[in-house]
């Protein structure tokens, strides 16, 4: 048994090794969701070596493949640093699509007359959690022109769905009638560009050596120049990261969508993460990503199991998990090239 496993299974009372343990629980899923017939068992793992801002950390991953954990531990393993991470905030965006508008111009002068007023609105919702901007932008559809008026809010440490949902729909009236037009969707975007992660890593060229460094850069160029192999490298990153955010009972499928429209915000589809040489000879890599999750609110609260996960990894907010999510994401991807440009990927799936 690893270390870290040991580590991990002594922080957890008899109750909660339980939750990890046991699969039972019909009636509480029955609850949760709708025409409930089972509960589906994913294997959580525990990855080892991570060290994120300068603390260790204990990351339990959820997933069905074998050898993602051990892709995550080989990379945290060659950062002997451990992993930088950042977030940009907590702001989450909501879409108010105004349809068949008389008149673009004055629908729009007449919107940003009333920001002020529109956001107070919004902020009746929730005392906490705030409304902070609106902007207004204007497509050229297959149905013809049309408005789109974008919310912006501090949704702090819950995903924020709900809360921008409700912004919208409270919005949405006011807004026809002011514009003259008629609206339609009033939603989240998941492209959460105003809740991004960062996260840096260096490894030493002399623990890996100069050929594996400059393999590693020729595999990333690669996935830099070509979609098919850019697809396959996120992939490879959304293996972290998607783990650790189903052990948290996060919305997977959320961030699973930022992140790919995110990779595709150039107009091509690229890696979600970069590998460069520094001065010194050493591999440094970035991963920047759309993050829009939560410690609060939603599923969260009311599952026990992901509670425990949060604990065990001595998170407190959601950018907090954040950081950890990321620096899974930039290890996986790390773990991965490194075994493809040296023993291939066989050596660890057999
Ligand atoms: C397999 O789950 C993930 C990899 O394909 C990622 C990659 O190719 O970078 C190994």
Known sequence: MSQEREELLKLLSDEELDLFILTGGIDIADQMRENVIGITKIPIGVAENFVINGKSAIIPIATEEKSVIMQASIGAGLVPEGFKAATSGNTMIGQIQVLDVPDLDAAEDAILAEKEALLVDANTISRTRKAVDLQVKRLDTAVGKMLIVEIFADVRDSMGANLIDSMCELLAPTIARITGGRTLLRILSNLATRRTVNVTARVPVNSIGERVVDNIIAADAFAWADPY???????????????????????????????????????????????????????????????????????????????????????????????????????????????MVTEGIKSIQA
Do not use: C, F
């Open 229 to 339: 192999r850019a697809s396959t490298s996120n992939k490879g990153v959304m293996n972290g990261v998607i783990g650790v955010l189903l052990a948290t009972s996060n919305d997977t499928r959320a961030v699973e969508a930022g992140a790919h429209s995110y990779a595709s915000i150039s107009g091509s589809y690229r890696p979600l993460t970069k590998w460069i040489k520094d001065e010194n000879g050493d591999l440094v890599g970035t991963l920047e990503m759309p993050m829009g999750i939560g410690t609060v609110g939603g599923v969260i609260q009311s599952h026990e199991l992901a509670n425990v996960v949060l604990r065990l990894m001595n998170v407190e907010t959601a950018s907090d998990l954040a950081m950890i999510v990321g620096s899974v994401g930039l290890a996986s991807n790390l773990g991965a090239l490194y075994i």
